[in-house]
Nanobody, 124 residues
Framework: VQLQASGGGSVQAGDSLRLSCEASTRTYNNYIMAWFRQAPGKEREFVAALSRNGGSRDYDDSVKGRFTISRDNAKNTVYLQMNRLMPEDAAVYFC??????????????????WGQGTLVTVSS
């Protein structure tokens, strides 16, 4: 599976962005899809995940209520809608795909497929 992430940019605090992640395979709905992020000098961290059928979602507490993960199976694309962005949301955002069980969704090392990353900067 090849993943192509896009949609990053420079915004001000309080603004919104929508990230997209297009998958190369029509069977991408066999995969858990997730977003991770990595800020300068920090480790990669889990942001959000969406189950294969789209019925389950999981968010890190830091983004809960502000970010929404969704998928459009017709377009083989997963989205991360980010609202009320804060300076601490600034990072490179990566989409990832996994065929592991849902219980492993927060661990990055369970995701064998990664997009190239898209940069989000948020000024205060």
């Amino acid at each position: 599976v090849q993943l192509q992430a896009s949609g990053g940019g420079s915004v001000q605090a309080g603004d919104s962005l929508r990230l997209s992640c297009e998958a190369s395979t029509r069977t991408y709905n066999n995969y858990i899809m997730a977003w991770f992020r990595q800020a300068p000098g920090k480790e990669r961290e889990f942001v959000a995940a969406l189950s294969r059928n789209g019925g389950s979602r999981d968010y890190d507490d830091s983004v809960k209520g502000r970010f929404t993960i969704s998928r459009d199976n017709a377009k083989n694309t997963v989205y991360l809608q980010m609202n009320r962005l804060m300076p601490e949301d600034a990072a490179v955002y990566f989409c990832a795909a996994s065929r592991a069980i849902w219980g492993t969704r927060r661990a990055g090392n369970n995701y064998p497929y990664w997009g190239q990353g898209t940069l989000v900067t948020v000024s205060s």
